[in-house]
C-alpha cells in the first residue's frame, strides 16, 4: 500500500488538513506497513497536480493563526481509489520492525543489554496494546471493514507483547551472558556460505 492511497481513502470520509492525514496516518496505519512520513507532503502535492484531490486555503478563525490547507478528494480521485481497490494485491506479509534486525544480532551482545531492551520494548507495546484496546469501541461507527482492522491491530499487538515476555523469558532462563564466540555459532543462524 502506498501512501498516496491511504490518503485517497482518509479523504472518503471528509475533507483534511494536512496535519489531519499525517496524525491518522501515524495512528492508524503503523501495524499494517512501514511509512515513511516524508513521504505525505510531496503525495499530496503529486496528487493535487493529477487531480485527484483539491485544495481549499481556510481562513484562520478570529482567535488568528496561520491558514490552513483542506484537502478534498475530486470524482477523479475517487475513480483512481476504486482501481486501486480492485488490483491485484501483493499477499506477501512484511514485517519491518527496527528491534526486530537488532534481536537477531543479540547474541554478539551481553544478555544484560537484551534483558534491558526487551524490557523496554515489552513496556512500549503493552501501552499501546492499552490504548488500541480502548479506540476498538470507537472504530465500530466506521463500519465492520475498520473495525475489523482495528481489531486486527489489537491481536497482533496482544501477540507481540506474548512473544517479547516468551523470548525475554527464554533469554533469562538460558542464554549465557556474553557475545556469541565462534564461527560454529554464527553458521547455525545463517548456515554456511555455501547456503
Same mark, same amino acid.
Given at each position: 500500500?502506498?501512501?498516496?492511497?491511504?490518503?485517497?481513502?482518509?479523504?472518503?470520509?471528509?475533507?483534511?488538513?494536512?496535519? &489531519?492525514?499525517? =496524525?491518522?496516518?501515524? #495512528?492508524?496505519?503503523?501495524? +499494517?506497513?512501514? !511509512?515513511?512520513? /516524508?513521504?505525505?507532503?510531496?503525495?499530496?502535492?503529486?496528487?493535487?497536480?493529477?487531480?485527484?484531490?483539491?485544495?481549499?486555503?481556510?481562513?484562520?478563525?478570529?482567535?488568528?493563526?496561520?491558514?490552513?490547507?483542506?484537502?478534498?478528494?475530486?470524482?477523479?480521485?475517487?475513480?483512481?481509489?476504486?482501481?486501486?481497490?480492485?488490483?491485484? &494485491?501483493?499477499? =506477501?506479509?512484511?514485517? #519491518?520492525?527496527?528491534?526486530? +534486525?537488532?534481536? !537477531?544480532?543479540? /547474541?554478539?551482545?551481553?544478555?544484560?543489554?537484551?534483558?534491558?531492551?526487551?524490557?523496554?520494548?515489552?513496556?512500549?507495546?503493552?501501552?499501546?496494546?492499552?490504548?488500541?484496546?480502548?479506540?476498538?469501541?470507537?472504530?465500530?461507527?466506521?463500519?465492520?471493514?475498520?473495525?475489523?482492522?482495528?481489531?486486527?491491530?489489537?491481536?497482533?499487538?496482544?501477540?507481540?507483547?506474548?512473544?517479547?515476555?516468551?523470548?525475554?523469558?527464554?533469554?533469562?532462563?538460558?542464554?549465557?551472558d556474553g557475545p556469541v564466540d565462534g564461527a560454529a555459532d554464527r553458521t547455525q543462524v545463517f548456515g554456511s556460505r555455501e547456503d
Open positions: 500500500m502506498s501512501v498516496r492511497y491511504a490518503i485517497l481513502g482518509l479523504l472518503h470520509y471528509r475533507p483534511m488538513h494536512g496535519y &489531519e492525514i499525517k =496524525r491518522h496516518i501515524e #495512528r492508524h496505519f503503523g501495524h +499494517m506497513w512501514t !511509512i515513511n512520513y /516524508g513521504q505525505i507532503y510531496p503525495n499530496l502535492k503529486s496528487l493535487e497536480s493529477e487531480g485527484l484531490i483539491t485544495l481549499t486555503h481556510v481562513s484562520p478563525s478570529e482567535k488568528g493563526g496561520p491558514n490552513k490547507k483542506l484537502y478534498a478528494v475530486t470524482p477523479e480521485g475517487r475513480d483512481n481509489f476504486a482501481q486501486w481497490l480492485e488490483s491485484a &494485491e501483493d499477499s =506477501r506479509m512484511f514485517l #519491518r520492525d527496527p528491534f526486530l +534486525m537488532r534481536f !537477531i544480532f543479540f /547474541g554478539f551482545g551481553s544478555k544484560s543489554q537484551a534483558i534491558a531492551t526487551l524490557d523496554r520494548q515489552i513496556a512500549q507495546y503493552e501501552d499501546q496494546y492499552r490504548r488500541r484496546e480502548q479506540h476498538v469501541a470507537r472504530w465500530q461507527e466506521r463500519g465492520a471493514y475498520v473495525r475489523l482492522i482495528a481489531e486486527l491491530g489489537v491481536e497482533f499487538n496482544g501477540l507481540y507483547v506474548q512473544w517479547l515476555k516468551r523470548a525475554r523469558q527464554e533469554i533469562l532462563d538460558g542464554v549465557e
